[in-house]
């Protein structure tokens, strides 16, 4: 590449005014997964390996209370996808009202639920336009899976996302509260022209802050 002109590998300079760099689509790759950790510090880039799968496109088996928005297989090509869009905030809505009502303080979708979909949705793109055919295209992994394409109609992914469907979550409750949080400070006080260390100690409730000696000898601390 020169300054106006372009050069080809047969050394054919050809000149030019503008250089448009297409690099296309690699969807497959998402930057957001290298960004995301679920359970055990996993990365999200590392659990889809190159292949992006969730359950309804939304929840992703080892990441609790985690939702996407436009996830794997559901792109469109054929109509809106503000459609689709539309329908995962009403779901995600739905799973987040569940949560506040039951109490619950997690939502995990189960591994074999998530598989499930996928396979179902895999099972309907056999035989399209979008994954058959022998054509390279940015819908395919470097597997030949499609990753990207919801398969058929909008409607039915409406009636599958109308409602949180709990009973392919594992559901959590919040942990109990840790006790009152304690910090030991070290303060210095001088008697009789020697410098004396004691111990200090204060409770933190929700309510209150107390505080008090542990050496019986110390001065007490001070708020």
């Not at 390996?49 to 469109?76: C, E, K």
């Not at 469907?165 to 009152?180: I, K, V």
């Not at 260390?197 to 001070?222: M, Q």
């Amino acid at each position: 590449m020169r300054e106006r002109a372009v050069v080809t590998r047969d050394g054919t300079e050809h000149p030019v005014d503008t250089i448009i760099y297409g690099t296309g689509f690699k969807i497959m790759d998402m930057p957001v997964a290298d960004r995301v950790h679920g359970i055990g510090g996993e990365r999200l880039a590392d659990a889809w390996a190159g292949t992006p799968q969730a359950h309804h496109g939304i929840s992703i088996a080892g990441f609790p209370n985690f939702f996407m928005l436009l996830g794997p297989n559901t792109g469109l090509g054929h109509t809106s996808v503000v459609f689709m869009i539309e329908a995962q905030i009403d779901y995600v809505a739905d799973a987040l009202r569940t949560l506040q009502e039951r109490g619950l303080a997690t939502a995990e979708v189960r591994r074999e639920a998530q598989d499930a979909s996928t396979r179902a949705v895999q099972e309907r793109l056999k035989g399209t336009v979008w994954s058959t055919g022998g054509c390279a295209s940015w819908y395919l992994d470097e597997h030949g899976r499609n990753a990207v394409i919801w398969p058929g109609f909008t409607w039915p992914y409406k009636r599958r996302t109308l409602r949180f469907d709990a009973e392919s979550y594992d559901l959590r409750t919040a942990r109990p509260a840790p006790p009152p949080a304690q910090r030991v400070e070290y303060r210095a006080a001088a008697s009789r022209g020697e410098r004396r260390y004691f111990a200090c100690w204060r409770s933190i409730t929700k309510s209150s802050v107390s505080f008090g000696a542990i050496d019986p000898s110390g001065v007490p601390c001070a708020p």
